[in-house]
């Protein structure tokens, strides 16, 4: 079980990391690195707060993930208006956002990836540093004067320290937010629960009641058919336990208590949760094709009435269920419901801190602008103009701010139904707010587009203790190598066994013949890698 105390850097670490974070240079020279040669188009002296803006016109290619909702358009005032404000033209290699990192891993790998590689989240740049494709982003923060200032102030040091491989550099440029923050939950028909006389559970056991619940009432329906392939519900439910799983799976779980990595699909909190969520499915209150249906099947059972729950985030509860679902079920109404406790507590990651961020092709060094384009990107993704640039537009055409700073969108132009029935779409029309350019950033950004009753559902997930961070155990190449080989088969075989476990098809009796398995594809030689070099990376300390 993970215990309650935050794991942090020891404090000489700490001290020297954050020294060497903020050690920036206004000349655009950088202490980390030799860049000299490399500052064509850069600016003399750009420093946190600058716009940006390139001494010549330059290009810099980025690899682009397509959302099918606001596909690409070469005529977006985005384009426009960024080449307008930095003197830089972006030229995009499109990718589909469905086929993204298996394409993402086929450019890099063959050598042909555009120079700027975003959509990355941590953890999947591992792939590419032992062929020396990617840079070693970390040696260049000193060019990157917003990005260095808010690790720093908004004390992001632990959660950047654990992004180092084993020669002690990073290699992706997170997403960074201000706060802690949980978006996806549940989201139930409030018009049933009232009907019921049922409120919003606090915890996974007053959850189950409220299935229960509705399956009494609905004893031909399934309460919960789920999208995502179940990978949202398995997350955030294992994450309550003090595990991970589904899309935020980890092979590696730290045990506090011992002071070592387990594999996560062997402790007894992982085995808890498989217990609970077998449970739900064998009493009839989650529907089985929740773990292979597509969303489209899901939602259409839920907003038909078939199902009564379903995973959400603020967008797709907006977007996707309520007004379909009001149109096809009159008088029906849905909601999220705070995220329940678990028996790790009432907690939330603190891993939201770090976002998807960005990838350089290692070939960018070459370029005699290097230096310019990582102002660029530091404007761009990480000041508050920049970012807010990337989510809202341009002031006076897609929005208008007030003297307190409070954003509203043009009567004209729509955003996660902030304008209704307005003609023009912030994304589709004008490219703002896409994922590939807008996420991270302060508090007030995030919530800027919030509704009231999304403001309310942050202020209770506020009030939730954060998990503490696990230490890192930054691997050699050769280490890599070998756990990754090992870790791909035991992964596969822990997420099928899960599953299995928690449809029915294979009974939980059969649990240590399950480990047993695990064993046999040499679960003891890879824990054995991940906790030697913990140690190494602790002794280093």
């Not at 655009?28 to 600058?50: F, I, L, N, P, R």
């Not at 499109?94 to 975003?118: C, F, H, T």
């Not at 290097?370 to 508050?384: C, G, P, V």
Request: hydrophobic share 40%; with cysteine.
């Amino acid at each position: 079980m993970l215990s309650t105390p935050r794991k942090v850097l020891a404090a000489g670490a700490l001290v020297a990391l954050v020294a060497g974070l903020t050690s920036c240079s206004s000349s655009g020279e950088s202490d980390g690195a030799d860049v000299t040669g490399k500052d064509a188009g850069a600016m003399a002296d750009y420093k946190a707060g600058d716009q940006f803006k390139a001494t010549e016109a330059l290009d810099f290619s980025i690899l682009f993930s397509d959302h099918p909702n606001y596909p690409l358009k070469e005529d977006w005032l985005f384009w426009e208006e960024l080449t307008e404000r930095t003197n830089v033209t972006l030229e995009p290699t499109v990718v589909p956002m469905s086929d993204y990192e298996q394409k993402r891993s086929l450019i890099v790998g063959a050598g042909n990836a555009p120079m700027i590689i975003p959509k990355t989240y941590p953890g999947q740049e591992e792939a590419f540093v032992s062929s020396g494709a990617i840079l070693p982003v970390s040696k260049y923060l000193d060019l990157m004067p917003n990005l260095t200032e808010k690790i720093e102030k908004w004390g992001l040091e632990d959660n950047i320290e654990g992004l180092r491989q084993a020669d002690g550099e990073f290699y992706v440029l997170p997403g960074v937010h201000e706060e802690v923050w949980q978006d996806y939950t549940i989201a139930v028909r409030t018009d049933v629960m009232e009907e019921l006389g049922l409120e919003a559970p606090k915890d996974w056991d007053e959850f189950r009641e409220v299935l229960v619940a509705i399956k009494a009432a609905n004893p031909d329906s399934y309460p919960l058919s789920d999208r995502f392939k179940g990978d949202s519900l398995l997350n955030i439910v294992a994450m309550t336990y003090g595990v991970s799983a589904g899309w935020g799976w980890n092979a590696a779980s730290w045990n506090e208590d011992d002071e070592k990595f387990e594999f996560t699909g062997t402790t007894d909190e992982y085995r808890d949760f498989v217990e609970y969520m077998a449970g739900l499915v064998e009493d009839g209150l989650i529907d089985p094709e929740s773990f292979t249906q597509d969303d489209d099947s899901a939602n259409q059972k839920f907003v038909s009435g078939k199902s009564f729950a379903i995973s959400t985030n603020a967008q797709t509860l907006v977007n996707d269920y309520r007004q379909a679902l009001s149109d096809t079920v009159p008088g029906a109404t849905v909601s999220k419901i705070p995220l329940p406790a678990g028996p790790a507590g009432n907690v939330v990651a603190g891993t939201s801190l770090l976002e998807n961020g960005i990838m350089i092709n290692a070939d960018a060094l070459d370029s005699e602008n290097f230096t310019a384009m990582m102002q660029f990107i530091d404007w761009l993704w990480y000041s508050e103009e920049g970012m807010e640039f990337a989510k809202w537009g341009v002031e006076g055409t897609t929005f208008t701010k007030d003297a307190d700073g409070k954003r509203t969108l043009a009567a004209d132009v729509d955003y996660v139904s902030l304008n209704p029935g307005a003609p023009k779409h912030l994304q589709k029309d004008f490219g703002f707010g896409g994922g590939v350019f807008a996420y991270g950033g302060t508090t007030d950004l995030l919530q800027s587009t919030f509704s009231e009753e999304e403001l309310a559902f942050q202020e209770i997930m506020k009030e939730k203790d954060v998990l503490p961070l696990a230490p890192p155990y930054p691997l050699e190449e050769a280490e890599r190598e070998q756990a990754t080989l090992l870790e791909t088969p035991l992964s596969d075989t822990a997420k099928q066994a899960t599953l299995q476990f928690i449809l029915g098809q294979r009974d939980l009796s059969e649990w240590d013949s399950y480990v047993a398995e695990l064993e046999g594809k040499g679960v003891g030689t890879y824990l054995d890698l991940v906790n030697t070099a913990y140690d190494r990376y602790a002794d280093s300390k």
